[in-house]
């Protein structure tokens, strides 16, 4: 899919997007109408890491897309190689920078690092594992394949909304909803459906264009819909927000899927400034885990000459950003030409 690279760059500026709004939107009280802008962008952002698991599924079914089992273990083992390291390196400078801003650097705040705050890297390991399982069943049988992957799906987004909404009726167990396999269960359709796509590309497109004139309205639709749907649990506030605009609640993952569908039903995109996004969409593993530290002292900054709300909280999102890629790809470019480039895949992946 020539376009994977677009998608991937997209999905990665929309979570840097997504990270630098909500340093303004947490300023504001719950049913704030002036915090409503900054909503509203946080959940246009929100097809972002669907897109990454679903991207990540698709190369996964490309890699592995073999009957020698030894083969595919080799892949998938090398794959996880390249995730593993950037990922534990980043979490410890995250450990140490945050200790700058009052944390302490010890193996608890490590832990929540590595597996909270880069929860996408544990995320797409733990699916690149299950991958040659899933693409045996697949292969033997499709259909069952994708009602099973909607049926785990839909079990993981009512076990978010019984948490969200009525966390005492789990008692104990709300808060797990929330960590490592709960969390992981709620992008198990974009996982499948990446490796569908990945083993049977040119059928999936051919049977997915018949409504590919439905999909842009299904997406500003299902948009609307989890904007109101995060209004509510904006006033509402306590224990439903920030949670309650979360990326898995049900019209979140309806517009990530019809924002994916359009995507895959696209010829090949001509935009301006193309090879900027091709060039973006090549490095978004090293982008995402690097671009937090970033952000956080991009923001400390501009708290200094901007005020944060307003107009100027919109200018300050943008201004984050657009400075986030910049500087992070500036970084990666010094990393790959200097004598350092050897550590780089260590770094970046």
Known sequence: M???PILSSFSII???LAHAN?????????????????VFLDQLCKFSVSAFVFIGGYFAAYAANTTNPNVIWKVIIERIKNMLWPWIIWSIAMTVFLSYKGSQINLENLIRNLFI????????????????FMISWAKTNTRNFIIGSLLIEILGVVLFYIRTYDPNLMGSFSPIIDL??????????????????GLYPQRTKEKIERFKG?????????????IVETTIAFSIGGSVWPIGGDSTKFSSVLYALFFILWFICLNRLSLPYQQIFYKIGNK????YLSHYIVIGILNRLLRMVLPWKDFWGIVSVLLQVVFTVVIVIGFMNLISKLPTRRIYKYIFS
């Open 117 to 132: 705050q880069y929860y996408f890297a544990p995320l797409l390991i733990t699916f690149t594992l299950l991958a040659p």
């Open 284 to 287: 978004t593993y090293g982008i």
């Open 2 to 4: 020539r376009n994977l």
């Open 214 to 226: 439905f999909f842009p309205f299904l997406i500003i639709f299902t948009l609307g819909l989890s």
């Open 14 to 16: 929309a979570i840097i």
């Open 180 to 197: 490592g396999p709960f969390v992981y269960v709620r992008y198990t359709l974009f996982f499948s459906l990446g490796l569908i796509y």
């Open 22 to 38: 909500w340093h303004v939107l947490s300023v504001f009280t719950n049913g704030d109408i002036a915090g409503m802008p900054f």
